[in-house]
């Protein structure tokens, strides 16, 4: 067994069509026609397409079907045109063991449309080790091909595909072998119902997690669903999902719950008249829950049938858009999908969820289908917090901006209507990009020898004798470098007449200022400190028009990570 799973084998099990989803997509949107007929189930991919003869056809799922199996006089649809039924044979995929193998561990993975299916392997029992398609083959029989079996479980369409499970044997293998399904002993009709009642198929409900994993002993909030209804969710809460078929349900709901997991904890038919789970124990519908050991998983089922119902419960250990939907195509595409946001019944936490989420996102968070009882609307909290600013953020942001000089606010008018978080994070960005250079520029003109004092002071010195000023002030006010108060403007005042030599044409003199400056960078500790700082201060002023392009670029990222990092902060007090 550990070999086994050592090496397990894969395979794709799904409905394939002869033509691609979108047109079919395309189909049913105009026309409301359901893509139930499939061509054939593959397995990786191979599969042909089987025509079963009328009468099986006619035994395992009743009259008025084609010759694939469907159902063609669907209600409201009669005017479809016939589909016909062409057999192919081309090669099945073969699950090969190995000469000493006793074991085979094989993963089935069902990447299909439409089909709910039933798995089997001929004349050999297998055992399911894990939920979600996993089983352990016993290989105790004679070598030879043995069919491997899918079977639809939907009522549509009575089809089925095939591959081989191949023990080794010195027997030759014709052209023909990987082509013809194995005429071996099966277990399932063709409606995927077992042919002997006393064989044992598997029971879902009993598929207890491992290792064991019981749900929380009673739920905070409690959602009921009928089929293509919806209602409100929750955040950080145990949460119980019921969901009900309505009149006119004549087939089954394989749903899908994304984010967290659940715990199925009852299913059964005559309807479900209890407010909740607790009352539903406490009066009368014990019978149908399992709050023991439950199956733990993201899929269940609900079953065809007017009054069948299913519960599930769920922790919410994240806030987070989830959807929930039925994994039938048509029902995926169409009204039976609901996403939205997870924890919107106390305000305070649909705030926190929404400064967590992209603004995208948020777009998307509306329910697609109509609650079954009235309720708030959860969306419409989450919109009247997103992003109107109230009249005193307004002003807050047109102060903020104000700031910004007047030849670059063009760049920055589309934040005057933004929420006060996006001018925060356009302010924030607008330092970092003059702090990162200002450092990054000092630190390369202090520890190595190259400082461009003629390029810098020949474009920008009005900056350059502003970095001087600035730099001469601090250090003498701090006693830094060793500075004193006298020091205060000594270089600035060179710079200064430097400048009014420029003025006056005397650019000789300009030049002996410059290179005055060079030899005190090089010769005096003191002064060479001031020089880079100056340096750095210039160039990063220079900078002003790029660093502010690049904190608009950046701003709507910026403000959502600093929602991000806020929220975190809240949780942990």
């Given amino acids: 067994m550990r070999s086994a799973e050592k090496s397990p084998r894969h395979i794709i099990v799904a409905d394939w069509n002869d033509q691609p989803m979108d047109m079919y997509l395309i189909r049913f949107r105009d026309t409301g026609y359901i893509p139930t007929c499939a061509n054939s189930l593959t397995l990786n991919g191979r599969g042909g397409t089987r025509c079963e003869s009328a009468r099986d056809i006619e035994d395992a799922g009743g009259p008025g079907r084609n010759e694939r199996g469907c159902l063609w006089r669907i209600p409201g649809h009669e005017y479809t045109n016939v589909e016909y039924c062409t057999e192919t ?179 059964g038919d005559g309807g479900f008249p209890w407010r909740d789970v607790n009352d539903a124990v406490r009066n009368g519908g014990a019978k149908h829950f399992n709050l023991v050991n439950p199956p733990f998983r993201d899929g269940f089922t609900l079953e065809a049938g007017e009054g069948k119902f299913v519960v599930v419960r769920y922790k919410i250990y994240f806030p987070a858009v989830s959807m929930l939907h ?29 400064e967590m989420l992209p603004s995208r996102a948020i777009g998307r968070a509306r329910p697609f289908l109509r609650p079954r009882k009235p309720a708030t609307t959860r969306t419409t909290t989450l919109r009247t917090t997103s992003t109107n600013s109230s009249p005193s953020t307004s002003r807050a942001a047109q102060r903020l901006l104000d700031r910004v000089p007047l030849r670059f606010q063009k760049y920055t008018a589309g934040l005057r209507k933004a929420p006060l978080s996006h001018v925060v994070a356009f302010l924030v960005l607008h330092e970092i990009t003059a702090v990162v250079p200002l450092l990054g520029l000092f630190g390369l003109f202090h520890y190595t020898d190259f400082l ?22 601090y250090f003498s006010r701090k006693g830094w470098f060793g500075f004193e108060a006298g020091d205060r403007g000594t270089m600035t005042g060179e710079l200064d007449r430097s400048e009014g030599s420029e003025a006056t044409g005397s650019t000789e003199d300009a030049a002996d200022s410059t290179q005055d400056l060079m030899e005190r960078w090089q010769k005096d500790a003191k002064y060479k400190v001031v020089v880079e700082v100056a340096m750095a201060w210039a160039i990063t002023k220079a900078l002003l028009p790029a660093r502010i392009l690049v904190s608009v670029w950046g701003t709507p990222w910026f403000a959502g990570v600093m929602g991000r990092a806020r929220s975190v902060f809240r949780s942990r007090r």
């Fill in 89 to 267: 044979r081309p090669e099945l995929e073969i699950v090969q063991a190995e000469p000493g193998e006793e074991w085979v561990w094989i993963n089935f993975i069902h990447s299909g449309a439409h089909h709910s299916l039933a798995i089997s392997i001929d004349e050999h029992e297998f055992w399911v080790v894990a939920a979600d398609g996993d089983i352990l083959v016993k290989l105790d029989k004679p070598p030879g091909d043995y069919a491997i079996r899918l079977h639809s479980l939907r009522f549509e369409q009575m089809i089925q595909g095939a591959g081989i499970l191949r023990y080794a044997t010195n027997k030759a293998l014709t052209e023909h072998s990987n082509r013809i399904v194995p005429n071996t002993k099966p277990w399932l009709h063709l409606n995927g119902s077992v042919i002997n009642a006393a064989d044992k198929a598997m029971d879902e409900t009993k598929l207890a997690p491992y290792p064991h994993r019981p749900p929380p002993d009673k739920a905070d909030f409690t959602l009921r669903f009928m089929v293509n209804k919806t209602g409100p969710s929750t955040n950080g809460s145990v949460v119980d999902l019921i969901i009900e078929n309505g009149a006119q349900v004549d087939s089954s709901h394989p749903f899908h719950k994304h984010n967290h997991k659940v715990w199925i904890i009852a299913q």
């Fill in 326 to 354: 039925c994994h039938m195509i048509h029902h995926f595409a169409g009204p039976s999908a609901r996403d939205g946001p997870l924890g919107q019944i106390l305000p305070e936490l649909v705030t926190s969820i929404h």
């Fill in 452 to 473: 461009p004092l003629g390029y810098v002071t020949g474009h920008w010195a009005g900056y350059v004798r502003d970095g001087v000023g600035m730099a001469e002030r």
